[in-house]
């Protein structure tokens, strides 16, 4: 069930434990804080509700920054519910939002209009015009309402001998370098874009590699080159494939997509909506010089995206 923050809760979800944090990426750090509201909201017997904010505040603050999202928010919403929670909340942020004070985001908002018990969330969330609001102001301001507010602490892991925390830079570093491994394992799950499947050039179908074409939208760019991926289609069923992520340097003009060749699969997915998971990079994007050359490396990448797949 989705939510919008402009509007009052129902009263089947009032008084809700409500997990609140952007949660873009929804990675292992993200699931302990919403796995703790969850937990509580079960032993109370309470609605858990795993709260977003859309756009996220970046893209206010900062209108001209690269595109960064890791996930979508229908991809949120998935993952929220295979979480355990009952419904997603979305924050819509804007000016108005920017400009809500940290008092009044607190009482007109998740008290008034959200009704919530309590709330979970990192130990370095801010909140209210100026992130003049931290957990401890979330305490202060909460109690006297009957709001009740849990920090959870950062979450670690052992990589690279050396305890890190899980972040969500970390994750966008780790696909900006093309290391799907690192990524999936602070994901919980490999890197996934989401969008509907267009009309490209048919230079894939020329070459005898029909592709299915996403537009990589407001996601961030992982490196670009040739991947061997796992596409997740409309009806559940999943199909491997390599896909080139990039400009497509060989051909004219330079077009930016991601380009998935699903193999042994000849099915028309034209405006379907599809997953594509980046599971290993193979190589960086390359200029050729004929498309003669161009095919005997697809079929190399194809070859080596197979073993890599199982």
Known sequence: ???????????????????LGNFDGFHKGHQVVAQTAIDWAAAEGRPAIIATFDPHPVR??????????????????????????????????????????AEDFVEKLLVERFGA????????????????????????????????????GAVSDGQNGEA??????????????????????????????EGPVIHGDKNGRKL????????????????????????????????????NLGIRPTFDPPKELLEPYFFDFAEDLYGQVIEVELHHFLRGEEKFDDLDGLMAQMAKDCDRAKDLLG
Do not use: W
């Open 208 to 243: 005898g590699y029909p592709t299915a074409n996403i537009d990589i939208d407001h996601y961030l760019r992982p490196k670009y080159g040739i991947y061997a991926v796992k596409g997740r289609l409309p009806d559940g069923r999943v199909v491997k494939g390599a896909a």
């Open 1 to 19: 069930m989705r939510l919008s923050g402009q509007n009052r809760i129902a009263k089947e979800l009032r008084g809700a434990i409500i997990a």
């Open 117 to 152: 018990a309590g709330i979970v969330t990192g130990e370095d969330f801010t909140f209210g015009k100026g992130r003049v609001g931290n957990v401890e102001v979330m305490k202060q301001l909460g109690a006297p309402l009957g709001l009740s507010t849990k920090a959870v």
């Open 60 to 101: 206010h603050f900062q209108p001209d920054a690269p595109p960064f999202r890791l996930t979508t928010l229908d991809q949120r919403e998935r993952l929220f519910t295979a979480a355990g929670a009952d419904a997603m909340l979305i924050f819509e942020f804007g000016a108005e939002l920017a400009g809500t004070t």
């Open 164 to 193: 890190q925390v899980i972040s969500s830079s970390r994750i966008r570093d780790a696909l900006k370098a093309g290391d799907c491994e690192t990524a999936a394992a602070l994901l919980t799950r490999p890197f996934a874009i």
